[in-house]
């Protein structure tokens, strides 16, 4: 599976932007979540969407702000982002559980990924 995240960019404070991951191969069989990561922090939890059915899952720190979905015609998930801070910035990678294994809420930890996207840089100015 590959996965191929854009959509970052310079926005201001309360801005929005979505982010785009499009993928090789059906998201719709893939669990798919969204991560962040900052110079000299960890790798953070960004949102996941199951397969199938769906059922989605977000930080404290994005809920009611950020939105996971999924377009299974074009093989594609986005997060898109409003109410943009300054500490969303980051630079933020897709990733797919691939074939799906885990349950919903274990998809916080990248270790259940198997296929990581290289990464969309989103700049939130104050």
């Known amino acids: 599976v590959q996965l191929q995240a854009s959509g970052g960019g310079l926005v201001r404070a309360g801005g929005c932007l979505r982010l785009?991951?499009?993928?090789?191969?059906?998201?719709?069989?893939?669990?798919m979540g969204w991560f962040r990561q900052t110079p000299g922090k960890e790798r953070e939890f960004v949102a996941a969407v199951r397969w199938g059915g769906g059922g989605t899952y977000y930080a404290d720190s994005v809920k009611g702000r950020f939105a996971i979905s999924r377009d299974n015609a074009k093989n594609t998930v986005y997060l898109q982002m409003n109410s943009l801070r300054p500490e969303d910035t980051a630079i933020y990678y897709c990733?797919?559980?691939?074939?799906?294994?885990?349950?919903?809420?274990?998809?916080?930890?990248?270790?259940?990924?198997?296929?990581w996207g290289q990464g969309t840089l989103v700049t939130v100015s104050s």
């Open positions: 785009s991951c499009a993928a090789s191969g059906r998201v719709s069989t893939y669990n």
């Open positions: 990733a797919a559980d691939a074939p799906p294994v885990a349950i919903l809420s274990a998809l916080t930890d990248g270790k259940m990924y198997d296929y």
